[in-house]
């Protein structure tokens, strides 16, 4: 049992070290840059400078003096609201859905689940040409506009409502999936114990269902809502890279503009919000937990 | 209870369904549809061909692009599967406590924080250490975020698992090594092939990673599709497009049939 026992020891040490020489160690690094000084040909100089964060709100004027600058903030905002509507979205169509779904005979529920899940194996890239095409000149959607005899426009493509469409088509199956699981567990007595006590379907859904499905509508929400404010394939394709979200605000520091230590900073703000939605949600849970 | 009273029927409901999967699926059959479009301009139809396939075929940076995403996709694969079945081991047979349950949060860290971060912090990372070799970068990255994708499956797999078969190997006089392959192995394969699909898949879709860690003679399909919509959307994009279609459906189906028969055999 030697042989077992030391495995305890191993099996665990090649997660450890991929996770600690790609992961642990270089967010550590992307600390310290984040208080560095930017180089003079890229790169950065190791120092320790609030200069970084300093930038993300103001900028310096002519004299040399602190002019408060709302540019990034503006980003953040843009960003964090983005990602809020995806998700408040993905939210209001994943109910319908995943209830018609859960109720579906149950032969019928792993294909429409397969349907669900089928579009999210699809490549990112592909899928977000897709409404590049869709939305783009002479597409789909400006068809429709004109078959619904909408007015002039002039171009679907490079707006907010873009870069919406297509961050609710690509993360709504993450949406689905966890609101499906707690519809599924629904106890559709309690559906009819609601309609024997003469409540209404509105009534039925906010008190029952939406209480009970909780759970997995949060569960979704962060699946949603990370990976849509860190996302950069939208705002660049679709969004036309004049409106910027924060992926790819980090993304041009270490491109063209090359101002690592500023990126850095960007990044770690990035970071914090998620670690900080993680830690609420991880809270939510464990107290829900102690409920029961 | 008629349907009109009836508090489980929500009216409308069906049909935001029926519109929701027509939604998802109309994007996918646009961009197949306008594949086979004669005309240079993607919106613009002009007449049914297949040109635009033979050009894709063709196109040797695409072919070598392809090429690069496949190799770092099955070295990834294979080291991230490895890796997290030598972790599910470990953690599938360990308490839920102290350091297990610290290792359970490293492994899955890559789920955790956002893509872009992570590109970010290897970026500065391996240029700190001078690494400069870009199929090498590429690698490295890839198998660390495909680690938990590949991991859960394979944990989950081995969670319903009981480790009676395995003793009653060892108790027959297997070495833990036979036991492994002969007893153990066997009864986790669904998991260990779902996983080892889950990452090839991420790989081969990566775009963030890929495109930040981008220097010549590593890039990889996505981003040099990327390159090709900056220059503006052609129907060859659309072939390509196609056949990357038709490679997850078949990549996702054979994954999903998998599973699925892994857990109708229990």
Redesign the interface.
């Known amino acids: 049992m030697t042989v077992l026992r030391s495995f305890r020891f191993w099996g665990l040490v090649p997660a450890w070290a991929i996770m600690l020489f790609t992961l642990i160690i270089p967010v550590g690094i992307v600390i310290g840059v984040s208080f560095a000084e930017r180089g003079a040909y890229g790169g950065f100089e190791w120092s320790a400078n609030i200069d970084s964060y300093r930038e993300l709100l103001f900028s310096l004027g002519w004299t040399d003096e602190l002019e408060f600058t709302p540019k990034y903030l503006i980003i953040i905002g843009r960003t964090l609201a983005l990602g809020l509507a995806t998700t408040a979205i993905c939210m209001i169509l994943a109910l319908p859905v995943a209830y018609i779904i859960a109720q579906s005979p149950g032969r019928w529920k792993p294909l429409l689940i397969y349907l669900v899940t089928l579009p999210f194996w699809v490549s990112m890239i592909v899928r977000v040409y897709a409404w590049l095409i869709i939305l783009g000149n002479n597409g789909l959607a400006e068809k429709l506009w004109r078959f619904v005899g909408g007015g002039e426009i002039d171009t679907f493509l490079f707006t907010p409502g873009a870069m919406l469409a297509g961050m609710v088509y690509s993360y709504i199956p993450l949406m689905v999936l966890p609101v499906f699981a707690a519809i599924e567990k629904l106890d559709p007595a309690l559906l009819e114990a609601s309609h024997d006590l003469y409540g209404n379907r509105w009534v039925t859904l906010r008190k029952i269902i939406l209480p009970l499905t909780w759970p997995g509508l949060a569960a979704g929400a962060i699946l949603v809502f990370v990976p849509a404010i860190g996302t950069v394939l939208e705002p660049m394709l679709l969004g036309g890279g004049k409106l910027m979200m924060m992926g790819t605000l980090i993304q041009s520091q270490f491109g063209g503009a090359r101002n690592w230590p500023f990126g850095a900073a960007i990044a770690l703000v990035l970071m914090a919000i998620v670690v900080v939605l993680l830690m609420l949600n991880a809270r939510r849970a464990s107290r829900k937990e102690a409920l029961l | ?1 008629n349907r009109a ?4 029927h ?1 009216p ?3 049909l ?2 029926l519109i ?2 027509i ?6 059959g ?2 197949v549809w ?1 594949s086979f479009n004669e005309n240079r ?4 139809w002009s007449g049914f061909s297949t040109k635009w396939y033979a050009a894709a075929l063709e196109n040797k940076a695409l072919l070598a692009a392809l090429e690069v995403s496949f190799i770092v996709a099955v070295i990834a694969t294979i ?1 991230a599967t ?3 079945l ?2 599910a ?3 599938s ?2 308490p839920r406590r102290g350091i297990f349950q610290l ?1 359970e949060a ?2 899955n ?2 789920l ?7 590109a ?6 391996f ?2 250490i001078g690494l400069t070799n870009g199929m090498l970068k590429l690698i ?2 890839h ?2 975020f495909c ?1 938990p994708f590949a991991f859960l499956p394979i944990r989950a797999r081995m969670q319903g698992m009981t480790l009676e078969m395995e003793e009653a190997a060892r108790d027959l006089f297997a070495s ?1 090594w036979v036991a492994f392959r002969r007893v153990t192995l066997p009864m986790i394969a669904p998991g260990v092939f779902a996983g080892a699909m889950l990452a090839f ?1 991420i790989s ?2 990566d ?2 990673t890929s ?2 860690l981008n220097s010549g003679g590593s890039t990889t399909l ?1 981003v040099y ?2 390159g090709l ?1 900056k220059r503006g ?1 052609t129907p060859e ?2 072939a390509i ?1 196609t056949l ?2 038709i490679a ?2 078949i ?2 189906t054979a994954a ?1 049939v998998m599973s ?1 028969r892994a857990m109708t055999r229990d």
């Open positions: 209870m009273t009836d508090v489980r929500y409308g409901a069906r935001v369904t929701f999967f939604w998802l699926y109309l994007p996918i646009v961009v306008y301009l993607v919106s613009v080291g490895l890796i997290a030598c972790a081991m470990v953690l047979r360990a290792s490293v492994v860290m890559p955790m924080l956002p893509e872009i971060v992570v970010v912090a290897v970026l500065i990372l240029s700190q490295l990255a198998t660390a680690t833990p898949v081969m879709d775009f963030i495109n930040l996505p599709i990327f919509i959307t994009l659309n497009s990357m279609i997850s459906l990549i996702a999903l699925s």
